[in-house]
């Protein structure tokens, strides 16, 4: 029965999301093909262009550093705050297991960066080939 827990959790959380995203997927798409129908009825033009996903890959790299380096940030501070509050009731072992923990929250942080740092490098390159584009 432990083992059902331990995998079958994850496994049915996994089910889940996918269900959810294709779900709402193809939600989008009746929607939009009900809206495409509706216009032919009334005799109006739909421009293909209406219909085209607007690109959202711009500042992925930014908002993902922005948010695993706050993340590391606070785990990090939610840590120190635990200490500080329980510092006179625990052991020094179990100090020590929080240090440790709070020191987990670093990973988040580096991680954030390194994106930050992905984002400004595309970021020069985008502008080095457009500069290029300019001179031919």
Request: net charge positive.
């Amino acid at each position: 029965m432990e083992i059902m827990a331990i995998f079958g959790f994850p496994i049915m959380m996994i089910i889940v999301i996918v269900w959810l995203s294709s779900h709402e997927r193809i939600k989008l798409y009746q929607l939009q093909a009900d809206l495409y129908a509706k216009a032919l009825e009334k005799g109006e033009s739909v421009s293909a262009d209406w219909f085209v996903k607007p690109d959202t890959k711009k500042n992925t790299s930014l908002k993902a550093g922005i948010i695993c380096m706050a993340s590391g940030v606070g785990i990090v501070l939610a840590v120190w705050v635990l200490l500080i509050f329980i510092e006179s009731t625990v052991q020094d072992n179990a100090i020590i297991v929080f240090k440790l923990i709070g020191a987990i929250g670093i990973i988040p942080f580096v991680i954030g960066i390194a994106f930050l740092i992905i984002h400004f490098a595309e970021k020069k390159k985008e502008t080095i080939r457009e500069g290029l584009k300019n001179a031919q």
